[in-house]
Each structure stands twice: as C-alpha cells, then as structure tokens.
C-alpha cells in the first residue's frame, strides 16, 4: 500500500501590517457611518475610502480583495437582521426578561409553555384522479393536472418547549372561540 503525502497548502500572500490592518478594520466598519451603501461596499470603494482617509498613500482593488481573502472577509456580502432605527424602551426588556424566564425556570408538574402560531387560509385541493406511481420502462409519476376547490382551513399549532411536542389543529374558521377550545385541548 502506498502512503500519499498531503498537497502543500498554497502560500498565503503577506502583506505588510501598515497596510493589512487599516484594509482589515475598514471593511469590519459599517459602511452607512461613512456615508456608503452596503451594495457598493467592494474592493473599489474600500481602495477609495482608504485613500480618502489618509490611511494608505496608494492601494489597487485588487490588493484590497487579496487582502480581504486572507482574512477571509467579505464585507459586501450581507443577510438581513432585525436594526431598530431607534432604541429600544424598558418595556421591551422587561417583555424579554419575563420570556426568559418562563422559557427556562423549572415547571410545577400543571404547567406547560407553549408557543403557539396560526397558519390562515390554507386551500386544500385534492385532485381529480389519483396520481399513478412511477413505472418500468422511464415512465414517471403522474399527477393529475385538475383539482377540486374545497374550501379554506386555517391551522393553529402549538409547540410545547420543553418536551418538543407539536400540537395542530385545522378550523373553517378563524375565531376567537376556536383558538381557545384549541388552547384548551
């Protein structure tokens, strides 16, 4: 049997701290502070704001995304997150103390915690023949195109967070009335 030595990492590109670092910490700033969007946050506008700022006297786009690789940065990659434009007041931390707590303090043995949702309007539509499985010879399964219209449910579910337990119900109606025979069952 013969042993097979790993490949050799590719060598990292070095660059000097007194550029790398001003590269590093300005792609790690939010770009609204300097007056930027996020969508125009590349290697271009990086290269131009640290010019602008003083921080290096000359640096490519290219250099800037090197350097972003090896740190393996990417800051006009983005996901949206919940940013409140103003502060939040004391009530909502006290709403999300008092979650907490209820999430993880121990239970008597009559109490449950549940969070519980609604799915509104769901349209079951059965279909006019039966789908026909899939056959010899390449044939797929078949679905029939035509469906019957059958009204409209809408789904309560409730999720138990301590045992993982999912409990549903489906109602023609949307009701105060419902959702408490629900939370009664």
Request: hydrophobic share 40%; glycine share 4%.
């Amino acid at each position: 049997m013969a042993w097979r030595t790993p490949l050799a990492a590719a060598p990292r590109a070095f660059f000097p701290p007194e550029v790398a670092i001003p590269v590093v910490r300005l792609a790690c700033e939010r770009p609204d502070m300097l007056g930027r969007r996020l969508s125009q946050w590349d290697g271009h506008e990086l290269a131009r704001q640290l010019i602008a700022e003083g921080l290096v006297e000359d640096i490519s786009a290219s250099t800037v995304r090197r350097i972003l690789a090896v740190h393996q940065l990417k800051p006009w990659r983005h996901h949206l997150w919940l940013h409140p434009k103003q502060p939040r007041d004391a009530t909502f931390y006290t709403t999300i103390r008092e979650l907490i707590d209820l999430y993880t303090r121990p239970l008597r043995d009559d109490e449950m915690v549940l969070s519980v949702d609604e799915k509104t309007s769901l349209q079951p539509r059965p279909r006019l023949a039966p789908t026909l499985p899939a056959q010899p010879q390449n044939i797929p399964n078949r679905h029939e195109h035509e469906y019957k219209r059958a009204g409209a449910l809408n789904l309560l579910a409730a999720f138990d967070t301590r045992s993982g337990q999912v409990y549903g119900h489906g109602d023609e109606r949307k009701r105060q009335q419902e959702c408490i025979a629900f939370l009664e069952a």
